[in-house]
């Protein structure tokens, strides 16, 4: 089974390292195979800019996202201008604090983390990406916790390694609160 | 710690640096470039690693210096490569020349965005193509190798410099942005079962040595400065011992050494792969990252019961001219995705001498060829012959 991902953003964020991240972990530690392709502006900061992840168990044919199954936006305008990629019953995921939406469909399944907020309290809004992937971690299954966290430690700097460790166990238990929130409500 | 130059193992790289590091694995220890758009990758990856392994990066002042630069390190005895995209690619063009005429080994890099001019630094094209065979001015062969995939950007980095040691003369490998900044798994192999060609050098006494006569594969052995062998050369039309000699003869002689000892050589420089190759009818002719267009292609119009099949262009230049002759005259078509308005379907279409419709599916640069935009060609295709 072929899972398209589209991360969104701004340069600066992290977008393409986080797409990267999620790559890594599926190729070097799940050992499926994994495409990363990135799309940004000739601004270094700020201009908008998306990484699509392809993850199967089969080699990639093809590395570019036509209906991702999982949509992650890290800010407004990635979001308008990509919500309507998003497949039926795909997950939906953003940070609450930059994307302010009225428009969330009901065939999504949606998340939401304030996850700029928790790496501004963590200490350095740099990890917001982090604490996404965490969050995504426990919301979807893209590949293995243990893989994402391993591939997040091999690629931060060796010095920031206990503060990212942090911020990904910081979205990963926001993620596990909310599904037993929607379990408790459900049962 | 000591770096190792061979970084054996399974990575999750993007094309950029496989090419890096496929150079290194190679033997090169030289690197002469000026950063841009979307080949940066390459140079920074070399700035970092080749001061760990003994080597040389110099970022130049311009490409038309890191050009001369690379000559000027192959006749010094090293494998050397730039990496560029296509403005640093135009102005390689007089250099490469130079490489040419003074066979001279190197490798170029072109990772292609979107032209003509400075066009889409960021984005994608494949519109370098023709400029890779005929950029530099005069009468000439080259050798281009085109990858799809992170992987093959290590590998075929590894056969430009083998071919280029082989054949003494530049080698370019054409690659593009999403190749380049695509991220897959790269497997690095163990550092001895990877198989290094390096060039011929003489053994014959100083007194004796031309620098310039072919032996019988065509290709003369080198001799470097320092090496102890008397050597000159010269952009101008040279005799075999390399000193200028600027009459039709020689000229004759000169130039019909530098294309033979590519043309001569054809069959072990040509390479291709096929897939679904014997029962298709329509056949997508690919190279780059057009190829993985095609791949998706050929899966959805088989699904729709089309009998489609793929040749992918490993090496671009030479064209294997035989081989698509042949085909044509078993196919009912032949099609080719390009991120260009056509320039590699001129080929197709001059070896396919009218045996079979041949058609493109191009585009101007800046995106990859959608699969759908693939089929709607296939599809009229169909229809025409209905």
Known sequence: MEKEILITGFGGQGIVLTGNILGMAATLYDNRHATMTQSYGPEARGGSCSSQVVISDEPILFPYVERPQVMICMSQAGFQKNCAMLADGGIMIWDSDLVKSAELREQWDCYNIPATRFAEELGNKMMANIVMLGFVSAVCELVAPDSLKQAVLKTVPPKTRDKNSAAFDRGREYGGEILKGRARQEH | MASKAVLTGTHFMNGDEACAEGALAAGCRFFGGYPITPATEVAERMSRRLPQLGGIYIQMEDEIASMASLLGASWGGQKAMTSTSGPGFSLMMENLGLGIITETPCVVCNVQRGGPSTGLPTLVGQADMMQARWGSHGHYEIIALCPSSPQEMFDFTIRAFNLS??????????????????????????????????????????????????????????????????????????????????????????????????????????????????????????????????????????????????????????????????????????????????????????????????????????????????????????????
């Open chain 2, 165 to 386: 040691e082989q054949f003494r003369t530049p080698v370019l490998i054409m690659a593009d942005e999403v190749v380049g900044h695509m991220n897959e798994r790269v497997v690095i192999p163990a550092e001895d079962t990877i198989e290094l060609v390096e060039r011929k050098r003489p053994t014959c006494a100083p007194e004796a040595f031309l620098p310039f006569r072919p032996e019988a594969d065509g290709v003369a052995p080198m001799a470097c400065f320092g090496d102890g062998y008397r050597v000159h050369i010269t952009g101008l039309t040279h005799a075999e011992n390399g000193y200028p000699a600027m009459e039709a003869g020689a000229h004759e002689r000169m130039l019909n050494a530098l294309v033979n000892k590519i043309k001569m050589n054809r069959d072990t420089i040509i390479s291709y792969d096929t897939e679904y190759l014997d029962d298709a009818e329509i056949v997508l002719v690919a190279y780059g990252i057009s190829v993985r267009s095609a791949r998706r292609a050929i899966r959805a119009g088989r699904e729709q019961g089309l009998k489609l099949g793929l040749v992918k262009l490993n090496t671009v230049w030479p064209f294997p001219e035989e081989f698509i002759r042949d085909l044509a005259g078993r196919v009912r078509a032949l099609v080719m995705p390009e991120i260009n308005l056509g320039q590699m379907v001129l080929e197709l279409e001059r070896c396919a001498g009218g045996r079979c419709p041949v058609r493109l599916v191009g585009h101007a640069g800046g995106a990859i060829i959608r699969p759908a935009a693939i089929l709607n060609v296939i599809n009229d295709l169909v229809k025409e012959a209905v």
